[in-house]
């Protein structure tokens, strides 16, 4: 256990529905991160939040809808997804603090099929 | 802008024989280069990183990476295998975009490793 945790760990929609991802974090950091990891492609970065502000926007489509309602909770709304959205969606925090490398730490992802 | 680069998708070893997984970056300043690992249904896992300290860097569960500056290369290796370092590992750069505080990851491809009885 990571003390980042993830839910739901499966999810399967249609092109019409509605969702939410959700990830919580239990050590106290103050910055929050979503990833996809597609099949044979890089992780991706999708957004970034610090300190509740949202700071990276990686050109991700508005069907994605990040929300960080405080710094332990973090959600990403979906909505009129496509299939080649399907893949694993990472969740990760960290401590925000400048000049050293502040560890990511990972949850166990959620694996989203659109149908 | 900073990349990796992993030079095999798949890498196949015996229980007991040294690994070698390969990476390679590239980066207009000194970097920070880390090794991920994830394995099945779980979350990445940090194994290491470099940040300008030692070159010779050492990981959890008896890995380390050697910082080549003259080669671009941060390669992960282990004396000897186990089964339970089947997983997936990836190379990983670090953007540190200014007055940010926080670290910008740029992921390699991943390999993955497997290991034979």
């Known amino acids: 256990e990571t003390g980042v945790t993830q839910t739901p760990r499966h999810l399967v929609m249609g092109m019409t529905n509605k969702k939410s991802l959700k990830c919580e974090q239990h050590?106290?950091?103050?910055?929050m991160y979503w990833y996809k990891q597609s099949a044979k492609k890089p992780l991706e970065l999708m957004f970034v939040?610090?300190?509740?502000?949202?700071?990276e926007n990686n050109s991700v489509p508005s069907r994605f809808s990040p929300e960080c309602p405080n710094s332990s909770h973090l959600f990403l709304h979906l909505h009129t997804l496509q299939p080649e959205d399907s893949a694993l969606y990472l969740c990760?925090?960290?401590?925000?603090?400048?000049?050293?490398?502040?560890?990511?730490?990972f949850g166990p992802g959620t694996r989203l099929t659109v149908l | 802008a900073q990349s990796v680069t992993q030079l095999d998708s798949h890498v196949s070893v015996s229980e007991g024989t040294p690994v070698l997984l390969r990476c390679n970056y590239s980066?207009?300043?000194?970097?920070?280069l880390f090794w991920y690992v994830q394995h099945p249904n779980k979350g990445l896992q940090l194994l290491l990183k470099?940040?300008?300290?030692?070159?010779l860097v050492k990981g959890i569960n008896g890995f380390e990476a050697e910082f080549k500056k003259s080669e671009t290369s941060f390669h992960l290796t282990k004396p000897s295998a186990h089964m339970s370092d089947a997983a997936e590992y990836f190379c990983?750069?670090?953007?540190?975009?200014?007055?940010?505080?926080?670290?910008?990851?740029?992921f390699g491809t991943g390999t993955r490793l497997l290991v034979s009885p």
């Open positions: 470099y940040t300008s300290a030692a070159t």
């Open positions: 990983v750069v670090s953007e540190n975009p200014m007055n940010t505080g926080f670290q910008k990851l740029v």
């Open positions: 990760a925090s960290s401590l925000i603090a400048r000049g050293d490398y502040n560890e990511q730490f």
């Open positions: 050590l106290g950091h103050n910055a």
């Open positions: 980066s207009s300043y000194s970097p920070s």
């Open positions: 939040y610090s300190l509740e502000e949202r700071v």
